[in-house]
């Protein structure tokens, strides 16, 4: 019922940015805490960014400066701008949020199907 769906993942040079977008779907009662992760061939899936109801934010060291996470509450959408990416970027990312459905009235934890970010010359 609930959903995470996810765009703006591709292939970009060193240097470029690219903008995720994450929409969540179905019937929704709240949206609390929202994140990204990703996942490099090899290693653990790491927190990215997190953005709480409140528009409280946190970001991974090796990201900050540089990636900016935001949220559009009435849209049920979160973004991730990524700039001066790097080829250590290259990783499946994925959205994650604490959702309450309207249907259940419980919250869970969703994630999306994730997208591939390739930074490479």
């Known amino acids: 019922q609930v959903q995470l769906v996810e765009s703006g993942g591709g292939l970009v040079q060193p240097g470029g940015s690219l903008r995720l977008s994450c929409q969540a779907s179905?019937?929704?009662?709240?949206?609390?805490?929202m994140g990204w992760f990703r996942q490099a061939t090899g290693k653990q899936r790491e927190l990215v960014a997190r953005i709480t109801s409140g528009g409280g934010l946190e970001y991974a060291d090796s990201v900050k400066g540089r990636f900016f996470i935001s949220r559009d509450n009435a849209k049920n959408t979160m973004y991730l701008q990524m700039n001066s990416l790097k080829p250590e970027d290259t990783a499946v990312y994925y959205c994650?949020?604490?959702?309450?459905?309207?249907?259940?009235?419980?919250?869970?934890?969703?994630w999306g199907q994730g997208t591939q970010v390739t930074v490479s010359s």
């Open positions: 179905g019937t929704i009662s709240s949206i609390f805490a």
């Open positions: 994650n949020a604490n959702i309450k459905a309207s249907s259940s009235g419980r919250v869970y934890n969703y």
